[in-house]
């Protein structure tokens, strides 16, 4: 059964601080894997990563896959308080039709 | 920017109603879906799309149907709606493969 793992469940940490978010996969046929922002309303998209060991960035977020390990981290930098939000991961499968399963998300909180 | 639009954010449903959710998208998106959210399971896949008239069953079907007429719109229907069924659903397009879906703004059921 294909399942996205992501840990931890919640984080709470204070403004400044650097926070890693892990993703672990099993999907069959991997394509792509994505991760998401989720404030009070719909997820916005970060990164998609399909190969391995290329991060990406985008400020202070940045993103790394391992394909041989299944796994993937959402690091954060000097964190802010609209930093807050359920982080998202998803894994896109080449079988089926172009469907992403979701993890259930890490609730991060930043206190000033 | 890619825009998806859900008719309504909050509904009120009475038991047995039938209820409709409309999701419509601005891009030629080819693929659609609908996913609920629900605390501590993550985003589930009920129906999804990838063509007009055309649909597949997701993870989580029972209970739903869906309808796409025309290639923008995709709406979702609760023939017979339940306790259960409170929830909050997703409306999601993508373009195809080895791409990211966009998010309608969600829609917060509750089923009295």
């Known amino acids: 059964e294909d399942k996205v793992v992501q840990s931890p469940l919640s984080l709470v940490v204070h403004e400044g601080d650097t926070v890693t978010l892990n993703c672990s996969y099993e999907v069959t046929n991997f394509r792509s894997l994505l991760w998401y922002k989720q404030e009070k309303k719909a997820p916005t998209f970060l990164f998609m990563l399909?190969?391995?060991?290329i991060e990406k960035k985008s400020g202070r977020l940045s993103s790394i896959l391992d394909k041989k390990e299944l796994f993937s981290i959402l690091n954060i930098t000097a964190t802010q308080t609209g930093d807050s939000a359920v982080y998202l991961c998803a894994v896109g499968s080449r079988t089926g039709a172009n469907n992403l399963f979701f993890g259930t998300g890490t609730r991060l909180t930043v206190i000033p | 920017d890619v825009k998806v639009t859900q008719s309504s954010r909050y509904l009120v449903k009475r038991t047995g109603e039938k209820v409709f959710l409309e999701c419509v998208q601005d891009m030629d998106h080819e693929n659609m879906f609908w996913y609920r959210q629900d605390p501590g399971l993550g985003l589930r896949l009920i129906y999804f799309s990838y063509d007009v008239k055309m649909k597949e069953k997701g993870d989580i079907p029972e209970g739903y149907s869906v309808s796409r007429e025309k290639k923008e719109r995709f709406s979702l229907i609760l023939e017979s709606a339940s306790t259960n069924q409170t929830s909050m659903y997703l409306c999601a397009s993508k373009v195809g493969l080895n791409t990211e879906a966009f998010f309608g703004q969600g829609t917060r059921l509750t089923v009295v």
């Open positions: 399909t190969s391995s060991g």
